[in-house]
Structures are given as C-alpha cells and as structure tokens.
C-alpha cells in the first residue's frame, strides 16, 4: 500500500463496517488506549471516534513527551537560567509550566537565560560557539528523541555544556496503563515513533503480565481502524497477542544501531512520570562513565522526584493518563487556551486538550461557513 491508500475512504469505511459487525458479535463495552499524540491527532483530525460503535471507546493517555516530564525539572531549570545559566530547549517544553506557575519562557522576564532550539545538534553547536558561556541541555523525549543525545554524548559534549535529563522509556509507561485498575484497559495500540527505536520485543514482558492485547500502529486513519479491528479479533477469538500493524516501520528487535548508543550511555531507573506515577525503569540516568554531564550533579541540585503539582482546579493530571476528556475540565477554553495554556497538557501539539482544542476551533470555523 503506498501512502495515499492509508487515508483511502472507501477502504475506511470498509473498515468502520468491519468494526461494526466485530463489536456486534463481541457484544461487551471495550476500552482502548493509546500513548502517543500523533495517534490523538490522526484520531482526532479524521474524526475516527464518530466511526466506532457505542461499545468500544479509544482513550488517549500518557503519550504526549511535554506533558510527562515532571515540573520538578522545569523549576529546577528555571532556578539555574536565572543564575545565568543558559538552558537550551524545544519550543513546547519551554511554555510548560512548573511548581510555581511559570515556564522558561515567561521566567525570561525575570532575567532568566533561556534559548529555544530544534535539536541536540543546535544545543552542540551554540555550546561550541560561545566556550565562555555554560549551557544545559533540557533533554526531553521518549525512545525516539533520545538516541541523538547518546549519539552526541558518545561523540563528546563540549565541556561547557550539561544535561537535565528528563527523557523516558515508554515500554514500562504502557505496562503500568495495562496493569492500572483504575483505568480498566481492555487493549493498547502501542506508539509507532518510539517502537521504530525500541522494537516489540521490550513490550511483551507486559504483554506476559497482563495478557492483554497490544497492537503496534501507523499513523495514518487507515492504520489506526486497522489496528482497531486487530485488537477486536484477539478479543473475538481469545487469541491475545503483540501484533503490528506498522509493520513498514516496526520491527521486533527495533532499531538495533539506536539502541545500541542508548545502552552504551544510559540506564533505566524508577522516575516520575508526570500525572502517571513513579514508574520502574521508565527513566533514563547517565552511565557513570557519563554522569559529570548531568547538570543536577553539575549545580550541586538534589534531585526529589516528587509528586508534581498542577494550576488549581485543572485536571491536567486525570486527561494525561485518561481519565477524564479536556472538556471535563473546568479551565478549559476558558482560563485555559492554546493561546494562554494553564497545563501541559494545551501546552503541547501533542497534548490532548491542544489537539482537542484545535479541532474543536476547526469545526465552528466550518459551522460557520455554512451559515
Ligand atoms: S484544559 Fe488546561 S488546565 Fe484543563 S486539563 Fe487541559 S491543560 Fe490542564
């Protein structure tokens, strides 16, 4: 199929009716979840919620990268840029608010020296153009933003430059949504970006655990309906399993020169996983060989992991791990916008009240053309 056929509507709808008649036979309420905002967006933008029967339910939970990383570390970043230290950044994560209800970017006002960059590579290159100056890597992500910093690190980071290291590994994240009670999954449509990286195979431990379905997908409409109807025929046919979908891009052992840099330079630890939980082997921390490169260690900062905080009344924490839709949340477009974002959550393109945000603007857009 080239990619022109993943957004195919007669194949969708095609699709939908193949839907329809597996949640006939199953008869039971299902429901789904994925982790990564791409997945909300594609669901979101091609309005594949409307498609599905009443019984089955596709919820977004802890994939959006903005939205997990704890506010422990922003303030903490923030406390070092107003030293003068200059923190190196992602637009997005910039925006985000820690403890006290600032991000790096509005804590500029105050003097603080923060620059947003695109990549590892830019936070390399201002390092090495101005040697006089100390710069902090915020290093943010999941599998798949992770291996260009090990790349770097392994090729040498300037010594003027460090890291906060905030990136996690998603296959404990998906583990802990599947072991969660609270959330009661029937299912996982398991991200594509990351497990390019990772590969299958760091998930079926959790698949072991729970025997529960998990299906890797694509990012296209064609893709996701797809993957529904293969999480819909385990069910059917009592048949679980890891199955990919995204078979053009996942593979089970991942991509091994990747992980092979990730495994030289770092280890997994427990860490905290913003509005999750503290989660085992979920974070990233420098090998020892490496550790002088973590700024925590750098600027004498003990590192908490604490329990993260939200603006009153939002219930940022509750849409990051879904249990509650951004439109359950009293803040929303109202003290809450992209414009004037009070959590993570409508910080990011990939958090879900943004993307819900965005598509809700979409449709009165329309609405009112038609009139
Ligand atoms: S609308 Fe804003 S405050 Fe409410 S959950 Fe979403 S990001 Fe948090």
Redesign the pocket.
Known sequence: MILKEYKDPYLAKKLSEKIRILAEEIEEDLLFMHVCGSHEWTISHHGIRSLLPKNIEIRPGPGCPVCITPSEDIDNAIKLALEGITVLVYGDMSRSKGTFGNSLLESRSDGAEVQVIYSIHDAIKLAKTSPEKEFIFFGVGFDTTSPPTAYEILKGFPPNLSIILSYRYMPPIVGAVLQSSILGIDGVINPGHSSTITGMKPYYPYFLETKKPQVFAGFEPIDILISIVMLLNQIKNNDYKLENEYTRSVTWDGNLKALKKLDQVFDLDKSYVRGVAHIEESGFTLKDKYRHLDAYLKYGIRKKNSNDH??YG???GE?IIGLCE?TE?P??MKE?TPHS??????VSFEGT?RIWSEHAIIKSIKKIQKV
């Open positions: 939200f603006v939002a219930r940022c849409v951004p949340c803040l929303y809450c974002p009070k959590g993570p959550t409508m009240c």
